[in-house]
């Protein structure tokens, strides 16, 4: 399925193995909609929107050997699910920039839980946000980034950048069950180390035990 700008779609399922899997452009909204994407071809993303100023909301998606979302600029995902990426869960498009916000998003089990190493990008930001079971949890690259009250549980590297010199605020989140917890980037100072408390992480349970 592929759309021009300005569609609105809410309350939909859609399974593929296509290259742009469930698309729109400039300004799509998804409300409530899951893709899932089976295709062995490495690249293939479930929801994508091509263009700026898109929103995902309460929406899922997964694919096998892609990405589950993949982002034009200025764009924005709110209480978002991705799970089983052979690739990212939640990716900016390389051909736009700046302004991504994800905000009570969940990756699990993907490759790279959030990836935004495909262009130089600025306003980034991950806000009580999810990436479990992961080889890289948030994969910064050279955007101008702040992640806050994110959890980060199960990785081979948390959270990392291209360059160290680059303004990044990563504070309040939780590092857990990882081997390296940054690369080219810095703890605040209210980051903790504390058993995530998930109820069933693994079973794809993200609600916090009392």
Same mark, same amino acid.
């Given at each position: 399925?592929?759309?021009?700008?300005?569609?609105?779609?809410?309350?939909?399922?859609?399974?593929?193995?296509?290259?742009?899997?469930?698309? *729109?452009?400039? +300004?799509?909204? $998804?409300?409530?909609?899951?893709?899932?994407?089976?295709? !062995?071809? =490495? &690249?293939?993303? /479930? #929801?994508?929107?091509?263009?700026?100023?898109?929103?995902?909301?309460?929406?899922?998606?997964?694919?096998?050997?892609?990405?589950?979302? *993949?982002?034009? +600029?200025?764009? $924005?995902?709110?209480?978002?699910?991705?799970?089983?990426? !052979?690739? =990212? &869960?939640?990716? /900016? #498009?390389?051909?736009?920039?700046?302004?991504?916000?994800?905000?009570?998003?969940?990756?699990?089990?993907?490759?790279?839980?959030?990836?935004?190493?495909?262009?130089?990008?600025?306003?980034?930001?991950?806000?009580?946000?999810?990436?479990?079971?992961?080889?890289?949890?948030?994969?910064?690259?050279?955007s101008e980034s702040m992640v806050l009250n994110t959890a980060l549980d199960t990785y081979t590297t948390g959270i990392t950048a291209s360059a160290s010199s680059l303004s990044f605020?990563?504070?309040?989140?939780?590092?857990?069950?990882?081997?390296?917890?940054?690369?080219?980037?810095?703890?605040?100072?209210?980051?903790?180390?504390?058993?995530?408390?998930?109820?069933?992480?693994?079973?794809?349970?993200?609600?916090?035990?009392?």
């Amino acid at each position: 399925l592929s759309f021009d700008d300005y569609w609105w779609f809410e309350n939909l399922r859609v399974t593929t193995t296509t290259a742009d899997g469930f698309r *729109a452009d400039t +300004g799509a909204v $998804f409300i409530n909609c899951e893709c899932d994407n089976s295709s !062995g071809t =490495a &690249g293939r993303s /479930a #929801l994508e929107t091509d263009a700026a100023y898109s929103v995902f909301v309460n929406c899922a998606a997964s694919s096998t050997a892609g990405n589950g979302f *993949a982002q034009g +600029g200025f764009s $924005f995902a709110v209480g978002c699910y991705a799970h089983d990426c !052979g690739q =990212a &869960g939640f990716t /900016a #498009l390389s051909a736009t920039t700046d302004h991504h916000r994800h905000v009570d998003c969940v990756a699990d089990t993907c490759v790279t839980g959030f990836d935004f190493s495909g262009a130089s990008l600025n306003g980034t930001q991950i806000i009580n946000c999810v990436a479990y079971n992961s080889t890289t949890g948030i994969n910064l690259g050279s955007s101008e980034s702040m992640v806050l009250n994110t959890a980060l549980d199960t990785y081979t590297t948390g959270i990392t950048a291209s360059a160290s010199s680059l303004s990044f605020l990563i504070d309040y989140c939780n590092f857990t069950g990882g081997g390296t917890d940054v690369t080219n980037v810095a703890k605040g100072a209210h980051c903790t180390a504390a058993a995530s408390g998930f109820t069933d992480s693994a079973g794809g349970d993200f609600s916090l035990t009392a």
